[in-house]
């Protein structure tokens, strides 16, 4: 069973594939870590992506889509996976379909984890760090007893330059623009199905469990 987890920044993906994944029993292959590894390993691949990364470059989605298929081959893959990550763009999707075709294999499920912009925008941005121990406050859902200051140290907070609204706003433009046709060619091959993301954390788990449970039994 192979498993393309979907989600824009801040739609709390990221919280669910590892989790997800064990529970499942599959594999989890997120892309930055497939990078890592195989670089890390000094593997062919990940020479071949070093070279690229190092002359800043974007890493060809061929390189990629032949890392994913040689992390399927693993022990832990036998009974498939949940690709986190990857596919971002129409084109690899499209190689990534040729490429588990040509080894009897295809994406199963494609979940979305949906969230409203609005929802989305207030999660990236308004999150404060204290200077002293990096310690993480959020305008809305988590805010310091006192403005500026750090509950447990007492320290300044200070926001980077990555948590404000502007950069939130065109992360999602990215994601919108990149990403939203990736949405739609999974649902139009039928295997898309959307997952309410503002839930607590555990309701999403819980739907999401239920929905790729039922796609492996009517497999």
């Known amino acids: 069973m192979i498993v393309v987890l979907l989600g ?5 993906k990221g919280t669910q594939g590892a989790p997800l994944a064990e529970h499942l029993g599959l594999a989890h292959v997120a892309s930055g870590d497939l990078f890592r590894d195989n670089i890390g390993r000094g593997t ?12 800043g470059v974007l890493v060809p989605d061929d390189v990629t ?3 994913v298929l040689d992390r399927l081959t693993s022990t832990d893959a036998a009974g498939g996976a949940i690709l986190d990550g990857f596919p971002r763009t129409l084109a690899q999707a499209q ?17 979305l984890v949906e969230v409203s912009t609005e929802e989305l925008l207030r999660r990236l941005a308004g999150r404060w760090i204290c200077r ?4 993480s406050y959020h305008e809305a859902s988590n805010p310091p007893r006192e403005p500026g200051r750090c509950d447990i140290d007492g320290s300044e907070l200070y926001q980077r330059e990555d948590d404000t609204i502007e950069v939130a706003r065109k992360r999602l433009e990215v994601y919108f623009e990149q990403t939203r046709p990736v ?12 997952i309410n993301g503002e839930q607590s954390i555990d309701e999403v788990f819980h739907d999401l469990v239920d929905a790729l449970q039922a796609t492996r039994t009517a497999a």
Do not use: C, N
């Not at 062919?44 to 002359?55: C, P, T």
């Not at 040729?98 to 499920?109: E, G, I, N, T």
């Not at 002293?132 to 310690?135: F, N, Q």
């Open 183 to 194: 949405v739609d060619y999974y649902r139009q091959r039928g295997v898309l199905f959307e």
């Open 132 to 135: 002293a121990a990096g310690h």
């Open 65 to 67: 889509i032949r890392m």
């Open 95 to 111: 190689a990534l379909d040729m490429a588990l075709a040509k080894q009897d294999q295809r994406v199963d499920a494609a979940p």
């Open 8 to 12: 824009a920044p801040g739609s709390g």
């Open 44 to 55: 062919e691949l990940g020479k071949l992506a070093q070279d690229y990364i190092k002359r």
